[in-house]
């Protein structure tokens, strides 16, 4: 049996998957806010209710907002700030009295999509966060592939090329892809404007409902997305890429971001396909479940 754990802002999930893949348990609590103590009394009363229904132990992966450094072993760069410089790793060994597997959570919905999701049998899967923020992360052969310094696919924070203005990102940098294309990113352009303040959900019925300032911000959406890829094309040149996140539900993403991002790819075509992920909301915790190998579908060493 595989446990994977989702450690999201808002809630803690687990998931126990068979050995073949198959879904035995799910069960999801809020996250307790700012309380690092209470976050990892949390995780380990979620694994031990679950293996306690199930009658059986199984292996652990956590999926985290962040990574771990290699330098240190402590959390870095994650948007839950109680988690930020603490050995979350060793703590949760210690907790649960076995090793435990962590990665960013984009990299899981990556590896769960290329496992047995969207992007299954592709060589190289490029999985795309669209939420409150904007992450990525990489497959390669149905490997997670963490990169030098554990932040491969990290495309959110690079500047967005082609734009006059630079929004400050919370990263401290500014113009980040973040600040664009996320949620609150749409958001903000939407109301930069000139127009009334509008939540991403109510910018997407008034394109469909066919008001011309939300179509236009939608437009300018799409022409940045398809900037943004093209740059990740020219870099990793990805068989697949698979959009996840709240924004990744926009089934016009699909036909026309394609559409643009050729003008930006040094090629003359372009073979990557963008498909929504198979999974959904799963993925994350599907994918942490998956951290563990050999004999799955993926892992991450």
């Known amino acids: 049996m595989r446990l994977g754990i989702d450690l999201g802002g808002t809630k803690i999930e687990v998931l126990a998957l068979g050995a073949d893949g198959r879904e035995l ?34 292996s652990v992966g956590v999926g985290i907002p962040g990574a771990l450094s290699l330098a240190t072993g402590l959390v870095k760069n994650a948007n ?17 009295e076995r090793p435990v597997r962590l990665a960013n959570d984009a990299n899981c919905f ?12 592709a060589r190289l ?6 939420g409150t923020g904007v992450g990525g992360g990489l497959v390669w052969n149905g490997q997670v592939w963490p990169g030098a310094n554990a932040i491969a696919g990290e495309w959110g924070h690079n500047p967005l090329p ?21 949620g609150p990113g749409l958001a903000a ?17 008034g394109a469909a409902a066919g008001h011309p300032a939300c179509e236009a911000t939608l437009q ?16 990793v040149d990805p068989d697949v890429i698979v959009l996840g996140g709240g924004l990744s539900r926009l089934a016009r993403l699909y036909e026309r971001v394609p559409r643009l ?11 990557t396909r963008l498909v929504p992920p198979r999974h959904g909301d799963s993925s994350g915790v599907r994918g942490a479940a998956w951290l563990w190998g050999p004999d799955g579908p993926g892992g991450a060493g």
């Open 162 to 182: 082609g734009e006059t203005e630079a929004p400050p990102c919370y990263c401290g940098r500014r113009g980040c892809v973040e600040t664009w294309l996320s």
């Open 110 to 121: 990556t590896l769960s999509e290329a496992a047995d999701g969207a992007a299954a049998g």
């Open 125 to 130: 899967v490029f999985g795309v966060i669209l």
């Open 80 to 96: 839950s700030v109680c988690l930020i410089g603490k050995p979350l790793q060793q703590d949760l060994e210690n907790c649960l």
């Open 220 to 235: 300018r959406y799409e022409a940045r997305l398809a900037r943004a890829l093209a740059g990740v094309i020219n870099i």
């Open 261 to 271: 991002w050729g003008a930006a790819v040094f090629s003359d075509s372009v073979s």
């Open 189 to 205: 352009d939407h109301q930069r404007a000139g127009n009334p303040a509008l939540s991403p959900e109510q910018i997407v019925a």
């Open 25 to 58: 348990l799910r069960r999801r609590i809020a996250t307790p806010q700012g309380d690092y103590p209470a976050t990892l009394g949390a995780i380990t009363t979620l694994v031990r209710q679950a293996e306690g229904e199930l009658g059986c132990r199984g």
